[in-house]
Nanobody
Framework: QVQLVESGGGLVQAGGSLRLSCEAS????????MGWFRQAPGKERDLVAG????????YYADSVKGRFTISRDNAKNTVYLQMNSLKPEDTAVYYC?????????????????WGQGTQVTVSS
């Protein structure tokens, strides 16, 4: 069983930055692919960024490429999402997710563990 706890959300003006963190319990964090998803009211929960266990390979949704950076520190059991040049359309609840294995999937059903979510609000 893996528990995920997100932090770092908040209110920011357009053009600003935030860094989300997600700390995982357990001893085998490096064996999990990690993803950051987001869900705005009335919309689906979509993958924003994903990272393989080694941290070498990353994936991004087209809407955030060049603005968001996912990274992980396996020694600290933590995955990060650095969000720069934020836009009002980035407003959503952001969720951290984990799945055992090497592959990063875009589909939420492939992930086994979820955090509670953290709200990100970008004002115009």
């Amino acid at each position: 069983q893996v528990q995920l706890v997100e932090s770092g959300g908040g209110l920011v003006q357009a053009g600003g930055s935030l860094r989300l963190s997600c700390e995982a319990s357990g001893r085998t964090f490096s064996s999990y692919a990690m993803g950051w998803f987001r869900q705005a009211p009335g919309k689906e929960r979509d993958l924003v960024a994903g990272i393989k266990g080694s941290g070498v390979t990353t994936y991004y949704a087209d809407s955030v490429k060049g603005r968001f950076t996912i990274s992980r520190d396996n020694a600290k059991n933590t995955v990060y999402l650095q969000m720069n040049s934020l836009k009002p359309e980035d407003t959503a609840v952001y969720y951290c997710a984990a799945r055992q294995g090497a592959i990063v999937y875009y589909t939420r059903a492939k992930y086994d563990y979820w955090g509670q979510g953290t709200q990100v609000t970008v004002s115009s």
